[in-house]
């Protein structure tokens, strides 16, 4: 009797032990693909923030929705639990601390430098929110091995500014670097290309066909679409807010998914006027062009600012139809959302409201 004992107390271990490892494979899996899901939504906090410091906005983030007032921010988080975790926190306005800081062209610079920052953090504790219910599986065997891969892991501040400055990079690379080689190249194979005119239209085109062909790429990874599904819920609950609706799910999911004041909207305004810039300029070398193209897009994006607000209280204007092919890249950018998506976003906008009562805030809606 005892050898069979041993022989099932030896297959109960090692299925426990295969079983275990099976689920600590899975969960490894689970971690690394929201890491894969973070670094990408990073790449895309640009095109998902709509940064303004009078005015409701928000950005959709992993599995929620972030969504700011002009002092205060709070954040709603769908747990894969089904539990929604909400943050909020005090938000200091740039132009309150320095009058200059509120400057036409200025402004628009400093309240989206601001905007990226609050967009990394809120990314930052989605993703950790996200993580904190995965670590605790991994130490379900009891064993001291186990427990040591159980510690809890998160995205780090040092992480985030890593990506960060990845990011920062990479939009250098892929926007500025890549489509002036490839016009530079076409010059060399046609004299044409060489024209003032002619060859910054064709480099601006490049930059526009490799920013769309980036954001539809990415939007066919089913992980970015919900993504894009919590930024139409973002979009919708601002648009009922700014009517005066109520923000329930049922009013909510009455208003569209484009909104002007959007960060999709903000790039593509920022390359169309850059092509139009950049034609001004009478240089030829490649990094003379180059540098031209990095030290002028603080300008050309505090402009760019400037017209999306404009835009955004005179929605008949010409500066209008300048924003419209930002509206159009909306149809991928932001995706049809379901009631618990809009749930999360209401949630956001009632903690970023509700701070901003206790700081006895006055908005200004457009």
Known sequence: MGQPVVHLYYLCYSEGWSLGCAKRHRIGMQKWRLILRFLAAVQLVPALESGEETLVGGQAVLEGVMMRSPHAWGIAVRKPSGEIARHSEPLERPSDRHKWMGWPVVRGLITLGHAMTLGFRALKFSANAALEELSPGDRDTGNSATKEQGKKFEITGWMAAV????????????????????????????????????????????????????????????????????????????????????????????????????????????????????????????????????????????????????????????????????????????????????????????????????????????
């Not at 892929?174 to 064709?202: C, D, H, I, S």
């Open 163 to 366: 990506n960060m400055a990845f990011s920062i990079a990479f939009f250098i690379f892929m926007y500025k670097y890549l489509p002036l080689l490839a016009t530079t190249e076409l010059k060399r194979m046609n004299p044409v290309f060489g024209q003032q005119f002619v060859f910054n239209l064709v480099d601006g085109l490049i930059r526009i066909a490799m920013f769309l062909l980036f954001v539809w790429g990415v939007s066919l990874w089913k992980d970015i679409r919900r993504v894009y599904e919590y930024h139409g819920a973002e979009h919708k609950t601002v648009f009922a807010f700014e009517n005066g609706d109520r923000l329930d799910t049922a009013a909510v999911q009455k208003y569209s998914t484009y909104h002007p004041r959007c960060g999709t909207s903000f790039l593509m305004t920022v390359m169309i006027i850059s092509m139009f810039v950049y034609m001004t300029i009478p240089v030829e070398t490649f990094w003379a062009r180059f540098a031209i193209r990095i030290a002028l897009l603080p300008v050309i994006a505090g402009v760019s600012y400037e017209i999306i607000r404009f835009a955004a209280k005179h929605r008949g204007s010409l500066f209008a139809l300048m924003t419209a092919p930002g509206l159009w890249l909306q149809r991928i950018t932001t995706q049809p959302p379901d009631d618990r998506e809009v749930e999360c976003a209401i949630v956001a906008l009632d903690e970023a409201m509700a701070l901003e009562k206790q700081r006895g805030g006055e908005l200004v809606i457009a």
